[in-house]
């Protein structure tokens, strides 16, 4: 009898801290260039696993390649991440030393507990309904928005920060976990939205209703108002602002948004360039009925916030970050409590569209509800 796949997955995954402490302890193996090869060859080796996994498997959504690889990969970064905060030893150090340095960095340790916790234990989920013929569009999506979320400020903080000038062949392996997750999305936003069964009548009912009579919906709104405020000031923070109220802020409340390792600058921008619109656009959603896509575009965006916000916190706090750029001690609570709102906003909004949905359903024709009360 062979065992559920997610199970064979999260064993396969369990290899990944062999492979790096047999690495670590092979001389030959610890240069730039056979690092990057011996890097593919394993992932190329997983693979060729995965694929025996399931060759009894009639049909095997593509998608299910791209989560059993990545949970591999998850490990490693758990792996780094304990070895980073004490737990373990002897895993790391030549990956850290001739591959990616910037893996020691404060950001890159909450960055690693992300993907070897919440990553992971997303993907054996969904690996596990899709093998059980289940629904997984949404969590995928929650995964998708996460990943995104940090690549797009990973690879540019350390190309731009104090880490770009010992940038090493092995860097460059995070090219495809760069493009997959966009493809990925792709997919899953092409796919066929999981739509729930809701009366005509309680459609209409919900989106003949005010704005103002919608209290939930109201005060949501003035959150992701807020956290639009909040990112467009941290922009102008990170670009140097010469604003008094700016130059406070970055010495006296959140010094470590001028931390050389460049990620926290990079975060800022992405705030404001993308996530800003991004705000703006499920405002737009909370008020004005039928906008089905909310469904969608609200956890993907809960799952970025909450993973960039998750590293940012952690890492403006973790003792890797030099004290000089930690939140001082006066001015804890204002901060933390301000970044958990800013991650919290989007997905109390994601539950909020998914608990009560009927109003983001398409509307109903006038009429319609009447004449399906007469045929019954």
């Known amino acids: 009898m062979r065992p559920p796949v997610e199970v064979s997955v999260f064993l396969l995954s369990l290899l990944a801290p062999g492979v790096l402490y047999a690495m670590n302890n092979i001389p030959a193996l610890q240069e730039p260039l056979p690092i990057l090869g011996m890097g593919l060859v394993v992932l190329g080796s997983v693979l060729l696993l995965l694929l025996l996994t399931v060759r009894h498997k009639v049909k095997v959504d593509p998608l299910f390649y791209v989560f059993a690889e990545f949970s591999f990969t998850c490990m490693v970064g758990l792996t780094n991440a304990l070895e980073q905060d004490g737990f373990i030893s002897g895993f790391m150090g030549f990956y850290l030393k001739m591959g990616e340095p910037h893996l020691s960095s404060a950001y890159a340790v909450m960055m690693s507990y992300w993907e070897g916790v919440i990553h992971f234990v997303l993907f054996l989920t969904v690996i596990h309904r899709m093998f059980k013929g289940k629904s997984y569009r949404s969590l995928a999506l929650l995964w ?7 690549q797009i400020v990973l690879i540019p903080g350390v190309i731009i920060g104090k880490y770009g000038s010992n940038i090493r062949p092995a860097f460059w392996r995070n ?45 949501l709104s003035l959150l992701l ?13 990170v670009m140097d602002c010469p604003l008094d109220v700016c130059f406070t802020y970055i010495y006296q409340y959140e010094p470590y948004l001028k931390d050389p390792v460049g990620f926290p600058r990079v975060m800022m921008l992405v705030y404001l360039f993308y996530a800003l619109p991004l705000l703006a656009i499920l405002i737009y959603g909370l008020k004005t009925p039928g906008c089905s896509w909310m469904l969608d575009l609200t956890i993907f965006f809960a799952g970025a916030m909450a993973q960039t916000q998750w590293c940012h916190i952690g890492a403006s706090l973790h003792s890797r970050t030099p004290f000089t750029y930690r939140i001082p001690a006066d001015k804890w609570r204002p901060v933390i409590a301000f970044n958990v709102l800013l991650a919290a906003a989007p997905s109390l909004l994601a539950l909020r569209c998914h608990t009560y949905p009927a109003y983001f359903m398409k509307p109903v024709p006038e009429g319609q509800t009447i004449n399906e009360k007469k045929k019954k």
């Open 225 to 237: 108002l807020g956290a639009m405020a909040f990112s467009v000031f941290r922009g102008f923070v």
């Open 175 to 219: 090219t495809p976990f760069f493009l997959v997750p966009f493809w990925a999305a792709s997919v899953l936003f092409s796919r066929p939205r999981e739509m729930p069964v809701i009366t005509a009548d309680k459609i209409a009912a919900e989106q003949k209703k005010s704005f103002v009579s919608r209290p939930l919906d109201l005060l």
């Open 144 to 150: 998708a928005g996460s990943s995104i979320a940090h």
